[in-house]
């Protein structure tokens, strides 16, 4: 399609929303949260109850401008309650539908009121809303003492392999953000941040199944929001919280959130540091066969790893709120990740059972990550209808990976052998966006934007062979490999009710274009290649409302996923002597459809038939090279369908008890070539549970788990069944300002990997195992006094900038 064509269809999308503008809108109930400056309170969770007996008929969450809106509710007597963090609960007067439309609830933050909150602890670990689960990463007694990763393995329909990699609702290739900003990590690098990153500095993560346009169209299973903790109160605030936990190894975690609040300024300091020891156990048997499928030969392979991460992580920043309508702000991130391990490994050759030879290898890991990050941002209200933001983005990676490994064999061939490798990366992204949002009276809005970034890393790989005592180049893995890429989009999206009727309608343009340089050496030539493509990617939703408890939902999305940039890179990563692992530079990307219907009832039980077909789907690769090598690789095998049902369940069966869980059934059917042709597919089922107990008004108790069947994400690996179950303790102290944890993760220690591999002659069978069952200590204690500011209008900025994703 031409490119004026596609701007043409843009812009049809801007023509609808302006004519939906002149039409007459549906009522509705809109009610607006504010603070006791009466300024917006965003974030806010807004219930709509019945007034005759106090039934729950639909939930909301305030936006910037601390509104939430209600539609398509039966006529009748209804009353408000709104829940938010640092406020009191406040309860409406009861009112008349649909005489009232607009309902205003003034929150307080009275001392008193914040500690009932906080003794209280209503809010829920699981909300929903169109297209998106919010997990309130607080209200989990559990999550104390853990990192992001391990808070996301017990996220509702997220699932994390042996690899890092990480699925949603049964789908791999999720797109990870943080504060609304793409990670641009994955694999190892995404597992080694993830891991590092303290939960205590989290407030939300927002998993976004069904992404709006406005959205990058990367990440075919969705958008995994993680949004750290970032307080606007007015005056002096902060939080402490510090951990200890005991697994084989020890483990404590760290954090520090201050923030001053005074006019129309505000700053914020949050810091993290961590000490993280533990240990990987793998256990994996590979079996070779002739073309008749007789076994030749075996090779046993257990391994032992020991590992120590001391990560830090720095967040500040500044907002100025320049006049009741703009608002300009810095935002200034650092990580530092130092990662060291030591691994001892024997290999075992045996033909037909008998012991040939074994080599020992004792290898040294030294991994380093660096990232800065930049974001300058403001805000603006042009009038009541109308608003724009702009966002400039900079980051930057620097990754080290150092490798020292020594190889001594025994029997009849012995030898004593020693290489190192030297592997840095360096990752630079700038990006630049402007969003504009037109509220089109009360029932319709339109959103636009346009968004350019460009990426650019340098990789290098050097290593070198112990030769008589000299180190020697190791010409055939050392590498050198350059890329660069830019991407520029286009948005438009809207969104309109009418009576029962709610939908939304958007289409995204992206256009893709880069450029890959591999170097070459005295002994292998070098390579340039570059690409360019474009194209559009609809998503939008259709939702009935049947009465005030049920209603249907359709979504459908078009995604791409673009592979991660050290994956085309085609560097030789060992993993030991007779396995490596190497990037594809002929990675293409895959496209996938996305289709959803649901149905829910009220707050309590949602149940979801799905749909996803994958063409060019992503897989890792497993190769044979001589006769007993196997290399790891990724690359495109052909096509995917996956047919998923879901259901969720939110349920209070008595006051003091709280239940959240969720079941994902997906289908999967993978088809595809790579030396000889393979089929495989799978059934798998995952569980997660969720119990939130309240023993008394200072005493909170949790139990949670989950549980996965087989499962399969690559053409060629199968997954065994693998869960766990966890439990803790709260007690609020100080006052309500301190609370105490005790948390046991994994009691019964059943949180393996294991799984069977099939290559090109050969299989594997592997088991892992690493230091998952641990039991902590937590302390976190809130201090600061609340200041009283100057009033200023309900039109003012909002107290919560929330950025859109870049």
Not at 139 to 163: F, I, Q, R, Y
Not at 407 to 412: D, E, L, M, Q, V
Not at 750 to 755: K, L, P
Request: net charge positive; hydrophobic share 35%; proline share 3%.
């Amino acid at each position: 399609m031409k490119p004026t064509n596609k701007l043409f269809l843009l812009g049809l999308c801007l023509l609808m929303g302006f004519r939906l503008y002149a039409q007459n809108p549906a009522p509705t109930l809109w009610i607006t949260v504010l603070d006791e400056q009466q300024k917006p309170v965003a974030n806010a969770t807004v219930e709509l109850h019945k007034a005759t007996d106090k039934a729950l008929v639909k939930a909301a969450i305030s936006n910037e401008k601390g509104q939430a809106d209600f539609r398509a509710i039966a006529t009748g007597q209804y009353y408000a309650t709104v829940i938010a963090v640092g406020f009191g609960t406040k309860s409406s007067t009861p009112f008349q539908l649909p005489a009232t439309q607009t309902l205003t609830v003034n929150l307080s933050t009275s001392a008193k009121n914040l500690q009932e909150v906080t003794i209280v602890s209503r809010k829920p670990f699981v909300q929903r809303s169109q297209g998106k689960t919010v997990v309130n990463v607080d209200a989990a007694v559990t999550n104390a003492g853990t990192t992001v990763l391990e808070v996301l393995e017990k996220s509702p329909g997220v699932m994390v392999d042996k690899n890092g990699g990480i699925s949603l609702q049964g789908k791999a290739s999720v797109l990870v953000m943080i504060d609304d900003k793409p990670t641009y990590l994955s694999g190892t690098e995404l597992n080694n941040l993830l891991s590092s990153m303290n939960s205590s500095q989290v407030n939300q993560i927002e998993l976004i199944t069904s992404p709006s346009a406005k959205y990058d169209a990367n990440g075919n299973a969705g958008i995994i929001n993680i949004k750290t903790k970032k307080n606007k109160q007015e005056g002096f605030n902060g939080n402490l919280s510090v951990n200890l936990g005991q697994g084989k190894y020890l483990k404590s975690n760290n954090s520090l959130l201050l923030n001053l609040r005074s006019g129309r300024i505000n700053t914020f300091v949050n810091y993290s540091y961590g000490y993280y020891k533990g240990y990987t156990s793998i256990y994996a048997y590979r079996q070779y066969f002739d073309n008749q499928g007789t076994v030749t030969s075996a090779l046993d392979q257990p391994s032992y790893l020991k590992s120590t991460n001391s990560p830090h992580l720095l967040k500040t920043g500044l907002d100025f709120f320049a006049s009741d309508r703009t608002t300009i702000g810095l935002t200034l991130t650092g990580n530092l990740v130092s990662r060291t391990g030591v691994s001892t490994a024997v290999a075992t050759w045996m033909s037909k059972q008998v012991t040939d030879s074994a080599i020992s290898t004792i290898s040294t890991s030294d991994f380093g990550l660096k990232n800065g990050a930049v974001n300058v941002y403001a805000r603006h209200n042009i009038s009541k209808t109308q608003d724009i933001g702009f966002d400039v983005d900079y980051l930057g990676y620097s990754i080290d990976n150092n490798q020292a490994f020594n190889n001594i064999r025994t029997g009849a061939v012995a030898y004593n052998q020693s290489s190192k490798g030297s592997i840095p990366s360096k990752l630079h992204i700038f990006s630049a966006k402007a969003d504009y949002v037109l509220q089109l009276g009360k029932s319709a809005k339109l959103e636009a934007g346009a968004k350019s970034s460009n990426i650019n890393t340098d990789n290098q790989a050097n290593y070198e062979l112990l030769n008589n005592g000299n180190w020697e180049a190791d010409l055939n893995k050392s590498n050198h490999f350059k890329y660069q890429e830019n991407i520029n989009s286009v948005y438009s999206s809207l969104e309109h009710k009418l009576g029962r009727l709610s939908y939304q309608l958007g289409l995204r343009y992206e256009n893709t274009h880069y450029v890959a340089d591999q170097e070459g050496n005295a002994i292998k030539a070098g390579s340039r290649f570059t690409k360019t493509y474009q194209d559009f990617f609809p998503s939008g939703y259709l939702t009935y409302q049947v009465d005030s408890a049920n209603a249907l939902t359709l979504t459908t999305g078009r995604r791409i996923d673009r592979p991660p940039y050290q994956k085309l890179n085609p560097f030789v990563f060992i993993i030991n002597k007779y396995t490596y692992q190497r990037g594809n530079p002929f990675f293409l990307p895959q496209y996938t459809w996305n289709f959803e219907l649901s149905h829910s009832y009220k707050n309590l039980l949602t149940t979801a038939v799905s749909y996803s077909g994958i063409k060019n789907y992503f897989s890792q690769l497993f190769l044979s090279e001589g006769d007993d090598i196997l290399v790891y690789t990724d690359g495109n095998v052909g096509q995917m369908h996956n047919l998923g049902v879901a259901v969720t369940l939110q349920v209070s069966p008595f006051k003091w008890w709280s239940l959240t869980a969720q079941s994902n059934f997906n289908y999967k059917k993978l088809s595809g070539y790579q030396n000889v042709n393979y089929q495989s597919s799978v059934k798998q089922l995952h569980n997660s549970m969720n119990n939130q107990f309240r023993i008394s008004k200072t005493l909170n108790a949790e139990l949670s788990g989950f549980y996965t069947t087989k499962a399969r994400n690559d053409l060629q690996e199968l997954l065994s069944p693998t869960g766990q179950v966890s439990a803790g303790l709260a007690k609020t102290i100080f006052k309500g300002n301190g609370t105490l944890r005790l948390t046991a993760r994994d009691i019964f220690h059943t949180q393996s990997m294991e799984g069977l591999t099939d290559f090109p002659g050969a299989n594997e069978y592997f088991i892992l195992w690493r230091d998952t069952q641990v039991f902590n200590v937590g302390f976190s204690y809130r201090f600061g006094k609340p200041l009283k500011a100057a009033k200023r209008s309900a039109g003012g900025a909002s107290d919560e900038i929330n950025r859109a994703g870049t």
